[in-house]
């Protein structure tokens, strides 16, 4: 019993709300401290040019610090796509310093560089077109990116540190290759051996932080470094803390601070007028990232805006990949070249799923299924939390509650519906469980300082680690879901990985020590990339328990770069309030601009029981979101949709509903976002990069470039006010179908009802007409079009369809993707990739806003068709199109 009330103890210590204290300041982490302490002023690197080596693919030369005589080497990368990569290290190092791998999608290519000139000051090399020079100068080292007269981006121009280095023999002499602070190299606290609280970092290898500093001349917005519960633009960090990067197990976290999170994504996007461009900061250690900002003229000076940002890592090497835009679709393709796309998932990852801590027992299982029939409410998923394995074995079932899992699932199969079972990094210690022997016995766990199998605690109780950076483990464990591994599986169960920062209750900040070992390298070196591996291993098992066939679905709660090709994230333990509510589109909107599109919130909160109002108002925002799953803590009453009285039933249905019919829209763009990188939902400037209004709005936002959401997340809201942009641009109430002009603020009174949606003039979005119990249901139902005239009279969009469920739309080019144009009153289909036939119909199109009834008086059509004039719409019915065929509709 002990391991249980342990664990039992900690969860009631900590649900109230974050114990700050567990977790460290910039002040209680040695590292950063001492590199906060440096202040701008002169370098003591120089640049040795007479070392510059040039090849195809790199230039090198060499760095000297002059104090010390320590050599590092430098390299430089021309990259195709308008990006360029810097890596810094030792030049001769002692012991080998951790380079990240498996992130990187292939080895980048690089284009060749030439020398333009060069003198004892530095050298100019070329970066291809426009004018694009990188700027070497010797002394002091710095770094410039330049385009015609215009600074791009400077390296190193502030502060004196690119590289603070320290190194230990295997003698246990200390060798300080670099000290930046004095002349006199003398000891630091927390250099040698670091205690927080009561746990000590032993730190064999001595120190080893690296840090680099980033100036942006004329940019006042950057955005990214997720995950936080902070606004979207990143704020000035100058006399708090600086935004920290390391995955963290944090119980109902607090708003707006920059503590570390469940995720760490080291890429930053910084925004202008006139160019966007990102930084990707290659480095699985715990980071920290200090941003200082000057906006023209607010103290009075005409100064120009400058941002500044300042990259602080415990260990690794500096490997840092300058994405040079210059528009904001063209960093999502420069960043998606380097560490891929969002993993395409099923259709039915994206429809609506029931979670909570934990459903009791099939019968349980199977009252709520049967509950959201009986209201009329769809749903594609249910989810079983920690309590539905034996023992909290993962891999297994409680025998008592859930004895027929089979029966279970296929009870749901029935109904086209599926489960997700919680499979998390920790492993039982108990001589009785399979997976634990197994792993033990081939050595498979991490192991801690003196080389035995680490151990912490976690929800079984005392718990082993497996070791996920060592494929030998992966492999294995991606076998462990085949369906003769995991007993009681079915081809309807899919996976959710909680935990994996890795969480340890007992350990530092909840989490491995950063002396244990993975192989030859400290838990330090990769901690931010432990979460990956677990979601990737686990990815893969689910492909190829179906011999390769089937599109996996794994939720994760850490992640770092790269994660978006192995599945969703959700933003962890939030709680039932508002401003959870509010904070949970700035979030999502983060992720997307690094990649991550497959993101949610809990709705209603995970902690504390949400009010009837509070939790209509999340559902309507969450079936906006792109995962949408409803979740609570085992402690907070039960909330399924209709336990809040008819009428708030009838409002989260609605909610629902409005999800699945969009469903074509939602597939159409997470296929678009898994082809180009392009975020799934994305902040308003990312599409109107030039209006400085769309800047710095987080409570509204575009699923695509069509539609616009203002979710309302006020507690007694009479009205919201929405941005729209775009001068010269229309947008449709897609409720009402009212016409508003953009580049104006509106004013939206609003209802318990109201869900302020707009359609951008201009677009064709396709929906479905008739909504089912599961989007599998729906799958072969004809289609909808909704064509929203431009103040031209001209609409263009997609329609994407496949078997929502395989790879064969990659691997036998299996899918229908077609043009859709509107023009002079004619409808056209046409090809846009090769594809193959499906027979998929269009049964309904609604003509939006370009015609008034006198215009449609005597009109002939091959179609029936008739008029709204109180909406203008024209709505023809039946066209008899196939979605997959050529086709034109004309209205004569």
Known sequence: MVPVLVALLFLCLCAEAVDRSNFKTCDQSSFCKRQRELKPGQSPYRALLDTLELSDSRITLQLINDINKVRLLLELYRLQGNMTRVKINELKPLRPRYEVPDVLIADPPAEPMAVVSRDENGVVLSLGPDEQRLIVSAQPFRLDIVEGPQVLLSLNSRVSHPHNIHTHTHTHTYTHTHTPYNTEEEDKPGMWEETFKTHSDSKPNGPTSISLDFSFPGVEHVYGIPEHADTLKLKN??????????????????????????????????????????????????TWVDISSNTAGETGSSDAPQTDVRWVSESGIIDVFIMLGPRPNDVFAQYASLTGTQAFPPLTALGYHQCRWNYNNQEDVKAVDQGFDEHDIPYDFIWLDIEHADGKRYFTWDPQNFPQPKEMLQGLMDKKRKMVTIVDPHIRVDSGYKIHNELRSKNLYAKNKDGADFEGWCWPGNSGYPDFTNPEMREWWASRFSYN????????????????????????????????????????????????????????????????????????????????????????????????????????????????????????????????????????????????????????????????????????????????????????????????????MRALWVEYPEDQTTFAIEDEYLIGKDLLVHPVTD??????????????????????????????????????????????????????????????????????????????????????????????????????????????????????????????????????????????????????????????????????????????????
Request: charged residues 20%; hydrophobic residues 35%; contains cysteine.
């Open 237 to 286: 960090t100058d006399g708090g803390d600086p935004y920290r990067l390391y995955n963290l197990d944090v119980f109902q976290y607090e708003l707006h601070n920059p503590m570390a999170l469940y995720g760490a994504v080291p890429v930053l996007v910084s925004h202008n007028s006139q160019r966007t461009m990102g930084i990707f900061w290659l480095n699985a250690a715990e």
């Open 485 to 680: 591994q995991y007993e009681g599986s079915m081809e309807n169960l899919y996976t959710w990985n909680d935990m994996n920062e890795p969480s340890v209750f007992n350990g530092p900040e909840v989490t491995m020590h950063k002396d244990a070992l993975h192989g030859s390298w400290e838990h330090r070196d990769l901690h931010n990339i432990y979460g990956l591996y677990v979601q990737k291993a686990t990815a893969e098992g689910l492909i190829q328990r179906s011999g390769g066939v089937e599109r996996p679905f794994v939720l994760t709660r850490a992640f770092f770069a790269g994660s978006q090709r192995y599945g969703a994230v959700w933003t962890g333990d939030n709680a039932a309030e508002w401003g959870h509510l509010k904070i949970s589109i700035p979030m999502c909107l983060s992720l997307g601009l690094v990649g991550i599109s497959f993101c949610g919130a809990d709705i209603g909160g995970f902690f504390k029981h949400p009010g009837p109002e509070l939790l209509v108002r999340w559902y309507q925002a969450g079936a906006y979101q792109p995962f949408f799953r409803g979740h609570a803590h085992m402690d907070t009453p039960r909330r399924e949709p209709w336990l809040f009285g008819p009428d708030n039933t009838a409002l989260i249905r609605e909610a629902i509903r409005q999800r699945y019919a969009l469903l074509p829209y939602w597939y159409q763009q997470f296929y678009n976002a898994h082809r180009t990188g392009q975020p799934v």
């Open 715 to 892: 507690e007694g809201a009479k009205g919201v006010t929405a941005y729209l942009p775009g001068k010269g641009e229309i947008w449709y109430d897609v409720h009402t179908f009212q016409k508003h002009k953009g580049a104006q603020n509106l004013y939206i009174p609003v209802t318990m009802s109201s869900i302020p949606v707009f359609q951008r003039g201009g677009s064709i979005i396709s929906r479905k007409g008739r909504v089912r119990r599961s989007s599998t249901c729906m799958e072969n139902d004809p289609y909808t079009l909704y064509v929203a005239l431009s103040p031209e009279g001209t609409a263009e969009g997609e329609l994407y369809i496949d078997d929502f469920h395989t790879f064969n739309y990659h691997k036998e080019k299996q899918f229908i993707c077609r043009r859709l144009h509107f023009s002079d009153n004619a409808l056209t289909s046409r090809c846009g990739a090769l594809s193959s036939l499906f027979r998929q119909w269009i049964s309904l199109v609604y003509i939006i806003g370009g015609f008034i009834k006198n215009q449609i008086d005597g009109k002939e059509s091959a179609v029936e068709f008739e008029f709204d004039s109180a909406a203008s719409v024209l709505i023809l019915r039946k066209p008899g199109v196939n979605a997959g065929a050529d086709w034109t509709v004309l209205l004569q």
